[in-house]
């Protein structure tokens, strides 16, 4: 699961100011979390072995290494239900190529096996995130920052939960905590961006925040223009 590739996309309605005004999405900050150790014997598969498809089931599109793989884990789930590492595997699997509703049992049973694992903590985080459960995402996030806690991608993850929760507040308090000590860090001043201006109507402290991100933007880049244009067409409509 790559959580590099930021989207920026127009989202919703700005409630309680111009109809019809686009509210612009903010970014998920997650990179991958590390993959957990191939059964014994046998070599992890890269992503790149997989295509869509449900794994271990025929017309899958995984090649012959990776489906063998499957068959071996899913043997040994069948023998001892229990098997930490061939349940984890198989969930991670899942997750590569996305078939989020059958990752989802494995991961919950994985994080059962072994509680206080985080990467199974923040594997489940992030699937939560994806499936938009933003309450079972933020919960999970929460715990797995009591093992990480100064990790600023995780923390940017939980306040983007908070504000698809409606508290926007809380949010712009955990960008700013990123902020404050990660001064570089783009997916939290983006968002900070954002719920200044969209979500708190705060253009002032919107627009100092965005001379701020502009310093960190490559050249051109067009996202962050966009942002700063539909910022400007909501100032304008406000006045």
Known sequence: MNRDNALFALLGLVVGFVAAYPVFEVVSARQPVPRWAAPAGQTAAAPADLAPGAPGESGGGAGAPVMQQVQALRARIEANPNDVEAVCELAQLNLQIQQLDRARPLLEKCQQLQPGDSNTLLAL????????????????????LKTDPGNPDVRTDLGVSFLNLGDSKQALQIFEQVQSEHADHWASLYNQVVVLAFHLHDMPAARAALERLRKLAPSGNQDLDRLAAEMDKLGRAAT
């Open 125 to 144: 985080a992030n699937l939560y995130f994806d499936t938009k459960e933003w309450a079972l995402a933020r919960d999970r996030y929460q715990e797995y």
